[in-house]
């Protein structure tokens, strides 16, 4: 089946613009998530969706935000980007948030300049 | 969720068992071990989880000790594709914890000829 699908795979943006990042589940799966890694913070987490509402957030500004769609589909928009905002940004689906493993996409890579 | 500590790197030879440890010495009693492995640019990939027994699949086997404070995942035949980063998981797994994961720095485990 097919995996986690996560477009674009490569951004430019400049500082000050915002961007919107795209993920879609693996088929069934209801619970999608999203991270940033950078090389100074590792792998820290931003947002999980399920069924269209934000279950959890990590802690980041208010800039970053997401939003989930009835067919859990979702994207996360970034506003006002900073130089610091150049990550991987990578998204997981799971069948729901009760826990077991996570399938993650391959990311889309940000680079702000 | 539990901390996890894990060295920092570890080699090892092909073919021969990757030992990685971790120890997550004020785990709870409802908190699960979780792995997973990043390849260089890639989503980091489910590996195997556990609560208190030994598990075990095709990927690998996880050790968890009797009074839980540590675990230990085993490759049984490590190939040069095993290099990557392994990251150990604290976890409490459930719906109303939603699925949260807290990585640390991981292990960077290089197989080598």
């Known amino acids: 089946k097919a995996g986690v699908t996560q477009t674009p795979r490569y951004l430019i943006k400049t500082r000050g613009q915002q961007v919107t990042l795209s993920c879609s589940p693996i088929?069934?799966?209801?619970?999608v998530s999203w991270y940033q890694q950078t090389p100074g913070q590792g792998l820290q987490f931003l947002f999980e969706?399920?069924?269209?509402?934000?279950?959890n957030k990590g802690n980041f500004p208010g800039r970053f935000s997401g939003r989930q769609f009835s067919n859990s589909r979702s994207e996360m928009n970034v506003s006002t980007l900073e130089l610091g905002d150049s990550a991987l940004y990578l998204c997981?689906?799971?069948?729901?948030?009760?826990?077991?493993?996570?399938?993650f996409g391959s990311g889309t890579r940000l680079t702000v300049v | 969720d539990a901390k996890t500590t894990q060295p920092p790197s570890m080699d090892c030879a092909e073919g021969r068992a990757a030992n990685l440890p971790c120890n997550h010495s004020?785990?709870?009693?409802?908190?699960?071990v979780y792995w997973y492995r990043q390849i260089h640019s890639q989503g980091p990939q489910y590996i195997i989880h556990?609560?208190?027994n030994n598990e075990t699949n095709e990927m690998a086997s996880l050790i968890i000790t009797e009074d839980r404070k540590s675990s230990t995942l085993i490759l049984p035949h490590a190939t040069l594709r095993d290099t990557a980063v392994y990251y150990c998981?604290?976890?409490?797994?459930?719906?109303?914890?939603?699925?949260?994961?807290?990585f640390g720095a991981g292990t960077i485990l290089r197989v080598k000829s």
């Open positions: 997981a689906s799971s069948l729901g948030p009760a826990g077991g493993g996570y399938t």
């Open positions: 004020t785990i709870s009693g409802n908190e699960y």
């Open positions: 088929s069934g799966h209801r619970s």
């Open positions: 998981i604290v976890r409490v797994a459930g719906w109303e914890y939603g699925n949260k994961l807290v």
């Open positions: 556990g609560l208190k």
């Open positions: 969706y399920f069924s269209e509402t934000q279950r």
